[in-house]
């Protein structure tokens, strides 16, 4: 039985598997298997293998492992009031807690303060220090922690923009959501190739893992292309097209649930259109069954949906 199920959840839980054994053993796979652990008892008690049963699951292992983190969070830090203002009201997988062993004990020292900004950031900043709600903070160095982009234009985030085929650009390519092969391959842009994981693997629990699989199809493809003598390798518009349609047939989107506080997870709190699903849509079956895919489509020969134009 809970074999039939643990089949099943291939196609609910991120990765699309298990394994044997747990070797990371951290909060993230923590909560991943308090998830799988009860959607497989749900089901054995005669619950339907459906979203709502795997939503259930997940918010109920999401409510335990919370508490447990405010709870291991009171228990480190001494100052009750830093504690308070440090935790977490939000889902774990809206938002990423800290569990690391370090950064709460830092709060016991007495050269460590926590300074809330009531979730409205820093003031401003000038050249002796920082402005948080009228008051000033006297710095000798400060560390710029600002995180990263999501969601905005390509060209935004890479600094400098694409041009293909006849002068369009990729921004322009991509105005009503990305469109590829593969994540990799986009028609119209012959020779690009795009590494990351949006429209492949959309594995975000090792996110190398999916650079490495598109790295390693790339060289394939590279070398394929000096093997027959092709200058230029692009992606046939009917075979980005079908990718496209293969994942948005799918409902799995790594975007999160949209009562969570405002973050790239959700679009920032902003109702989710086709754009912003195109760029996250994942392979239907989940990342290892895109793993599985890409590795045939490359060591089959065929290369089938990209051209290689020779200089003739």
């Given at each position: 039985?809970?074999?039939?199920?643990?089949?099943?959840?291939?196609?609910?839980?991120?990765?699309?598997?298990?394994?044997?054994?747990?070797?990371?053993?951290?909060?993230?796979?923590?909560?991943?298997?308090?998830?799988?652990?009860?959607?497989?008892?749900?089901?054995?008690?005669?619950?339907?293998?459906?979203?709502?049963?795997?939503?259930?699951?997940?918010?109920?292992?999401d409510d335990e492992k919370m508490c447990e983190i405010r709870a291991r969070l009171h228990a480190i830090v001494e100052d009750p009031a830093?504690?308070?203002?440090?935790?977490?009201?939000?889902?774990?997988?809206?938002?990423?807690?800290?569990?690391?062993?370090?950064?709460?004990?830092?709060?016991n020292r007495p050269t460590c303060h926590l300074v809330d900004t009531d979730g409205k950031g820093v003031e401003?900043?000038?050249?002796?220090?920082?402005?948080?709600?009228?008051?000033?903070?006297?710095?000798?160095?400060?560390i710029f922690a600002s995180g990263f982009e999501v969601g905005t234009d390509h060209a935004r985030r890479a600094g400098f923009e694409t041009t293909g085929r006849g002068g369009e650009t990729l921004s322009g390519h991509w105005a009503d959501g990305?469109?590829?092969?593969?994540?990799?391959?986009?028609?119209g842009f012959p020779n690009l190739f795009v590494v990351g994981f949006a429209q492949g693997g959309n594995l975000v629990s090792n996110v190398t893992h999916n650079l490495v699989e598109a790295a390693t199809t790339i060289a394939a493809v590279v070398g394929h292309a000096h093997a027959v003598g092709a200058v230029e390798v692009e992606s046939t518009a009917a075979a980005e097209a079908a990718w496209?349609?293969?994942?948005?047939?799918?409902?799995?989107?790594?975007?999160?649930?949209?009562?969570?506080t405002p973050g790239y997870y959700n679009s920032e709190g902003r109702a989710l259109g086709p754009k912003e699903r195109l760029g996250m849509n994942g392979h239907p079956d989940g990342p290892l069954a895109f793993f599985d895919h890409i590795d045939r489509w490359r060591n089959d020969g065929a290369f089938a949906g990209l051209i290689f134009r020779t200089r003739d």
């Open positions: 039985m809970a074999a039939g199920v643990a089949a099943q959840l291939l196609h609910r839980l991120q990765t699309g598997g298990f394994a044997d054994e747990d070797l990371v053993m951290d909060g993230w796979t923590d909560i991943s298997q308090r998830i799988r652990d009860r959607v497989v008892a749900l089901v054995a008690e005669g619950a339907p293998l459906t979203p709502e049963t795997t939503r259930l699951a997940y918010e109920d292992s830093t504690a308070a203002a440090l935790e977490p009201w939000y889902r774990q997988l809206c938002k990423r807690p800290c569990f690391h062993d370090e950064y709460l004990q830092a709060y401003r900043i000038d050249e002796a220090g920082a402005w948080v709600a009228g008051r000033h903070y006297q710095l000798d160095c400060l990305m469109r590829s092969l593969h994540g990799i391959h986009v028609h496209v349609d293969l994942l948005q047939s799918s409902e799995r989107c790594f975007l999160g649930d949209p009562d969570c």
